[in-house]
Structures are given as structure tokens and as C-alpha cells.
């Protein structure tokens, strides 16, 4: 994504502030933008080979990409919920249950984490009978595309 190659927006959500492509740091809060690119492509690139890992069947190797990932960046609630996934798909439902919990405090209306949610509650608690939303079918979320099935050809 690059809207504008003459600008580099501040990435600080309360900022976003339009520098220079040369900045060093933000003009208006201080941030030190180069360092900040940086670390974004760090976890860019765990991210994409925890995915690697994942449609090879390496789901081990992908959680903890996963997971390092949510280290570096907490708030990136496609890493954490593909972090989820990894860890269900490795028969943790617990870890899977508390960061899918975690995607949902900062998305709350997260369509994968509440899918996931309802995954693991139709498997282990009976659902709850409030009124709230209309309950899902228990079917297993699929955020990150994990599965890459070829077509059969028997001809
Ligand atoms: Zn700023």
C-alpha cells in the first residue's frame, strides 16, 4: 500500500500526522518513523512465513511465527487471530479461546474471532441461552486461508 511515495503518514493512530519520505521522526509527535518502518517489516515477513507454514501442515512452526508476531505487534488482530487458529488446529483450545478474547477487545465485532469463539463453545460448554445473536453453525474460522486444496482430476 502506498497512497502517496512523497509522503510517510505517522503511524500512531492519534497522529497520523503527513511527513516527508525522508523524515527521520514525526514532524508533529516525535516518533521515530525509520525505526518504526523497520519493525513494521519485520513482522511482515514473520507473518508470511507462518502462513508458509501453516498451508505446508508445519502448524507448529506457524504458531510460533504467529506468535511472535502478536509479540512484536499486540494489536494486530490478524496475526493474533491466525495465532488462534494455530493454536486450535494444535489442540490448545484455551490458548486458541484467550486470543481470539484478546482480537475481540480491540475488534469486538471480529467476524473470525467470534466464529472461533463459537467454535470452541459448541465444543465444549453448552451455549448460553440469552437472547444475544443468533448462534452460528460450529464450523472452524478460516482468517488466513490455511488449506489449499487442488481440484481432483480423475479423468
Ligand atoms: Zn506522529
Not at 514525526?26 to 508470511?48: E, I, M
Not at 512452526?61 to 494486530?76: K, L
Not at 488462534?84 to 469486538?108: G, N, T
Amino acid at each position: 500500500m502506498t497512497p502517496d511515495p512523497g509522503r510517510l503518514a505517522c503511524p500512531l493512530p492519534r497522529c497520523r500526522a503527513a511527513n516527508t519520505a525522508t523524515a527521520e521522526t514525526c514532524q508533529s509527535c516525535g516518533t521515530p518513523l525509520r525505526a518504526w518502518a523497520r519493525l513494521r517489516a519485520h513482522p511482515a515477513q514473520l507473518f508470511n512465513d507462518g502462513l508458509e507454514a501453516a498451508r505446508s501442515g508445519r502448524t507448529t512452526i506457524a504458531r510460533d511465527h504467529f506468535a511472535a508476531v502478536v509479540h512484536w505487534c499486540p494489536g494486530d488482530a490478524e496475526a493474533r487471530s491466525a495465532l488462534a487458529l494455530a493454536c486450535l488446529l494444535l489442540d490448545d483450545p484455551d490458548e486458541a479461546r484467550h486470543h481470539w478474547r484478546q482480537v475481540l477487545v480491540r475488534r469486538p465485532g471480529d467476524a473470525t474471532a467470534l466464529k472461533g469463539l463459537a467454535h470452541l463453545e459448541s465444543g465444549t460448554e453448552p451455549p448460553n441461552t440469552e437472547h444475544t445473536e443468533p448462534t452460528e453453525p460450529p464450523e472452524p474460522p478460516e482468517p488466513t486461508d490455511f488449506t489449499e486444496k487442488e481440484p481432483a482430476t480423475t479423468e
